[in-house]
């Protein structure tokens, strides 16, 4: 089971913390979370621009607000209904070592230990690995930065890369 993810972080910096994750299995089951518990010295004025203000429920999803060990605990009981999984992020650098991290470092075994892009994929298409992924699949999102919003455009450029 393919699992397209984004994260929102306090910013590019060493020992960053997860504000936000958003998960959507490629059957459409959804996973998002707010972490109560990032560390609000960290955060970057981009991210005080750009992330915070866009936080918030999704419609027909339902929003957990927990520390890190309470998420970390849901996600896992989320993976658990899967019987393989890979993550496919869209440039998933940060993203792919703060979900390890999230998972105690700890991967279960039905999860692929190897985290899958969709810039590489652009790539080996011979398309621009930086082009507008809204443009590319003619979504526009409502909110930009927004963990969950942003899982179900890596999806779509997924589906459409592949198709």
Sequence with gaps: MKIFFDTEFTGLHQNTTLISLGCISECGMPFYAEFVDYDKN??????KENVLPNLGPVE???????????????FMEYLEQFLNVEFWGDVCAYD?????????????????YIPFDI????????????ISREAYCGIELKRKHHAFDEAKLIKACHEKLVS
């Design 42 to 47: 960290q955060v970057t004025p981009w991210v």
């Design 119 to 130: 810039a590489t994929l652009f790539a080996v298409k011979h398309i621009n690995p930086d």
């Design 60 to 74: 027909g999803v339902n929003r957990l607000l927990d520390n890190s060990i309470g998420i970390g605990l849901h």
């Design 96 to 112: 792919w070592v703060l979900l390890r991290q999230l998972l105690r470092n700890q991967l279960p075994p039905f999860v692929c």
